[in-house]
């Protein structure tokens, strides 16, 4: 299971070819409040090398959606920028506290 968010400046087609083949799941999420992203576009992108690829705008509903989808087994692997696994980790907070 991977979780991706990233600022639009980065070279997301390049993350996305290497990373998408290799998980049987990938969710596409924002990074929240910090910066901004282009979540529409990074969906179409990874769509293209994975056919299991989800969109979930909010990263706390992105991290629920992962557990569920992976049925609460880990590891879920979350990356793409630091902004992102910033919010990821606040809501692994909500959820695990």
Do not use: D
Request: net charge positive; charged share 20%; glycine share 2%.
């Amino acid at each position: 299971m991977l979780l991706f968010a990233a600022v639009k400046v980065k070279n997301i087609a390049e993350m996305a070819r290497i990373l998408a083949p290799n998980f049987r799941e990938v969710i596409i999420s924002t990074l929240g409040s910090f910066r901004r992203s282009e979540t529409k576009a990074t969906y179409a992108i990874f769509c293209k090398y994975n056919w299991q690829v989800y969109l979930e705008k909010e990263p706390y509903l992105a991290l629920q959606k992962a557990l569920a989808l992976s049925e609460n087994k880990l590891p879920i692997f979350a990356t793409g920028s630091l902004y992102f696994t910033t919010e990821l980790r606040k809501s692994a907070h909500k959820l695990f506290v």
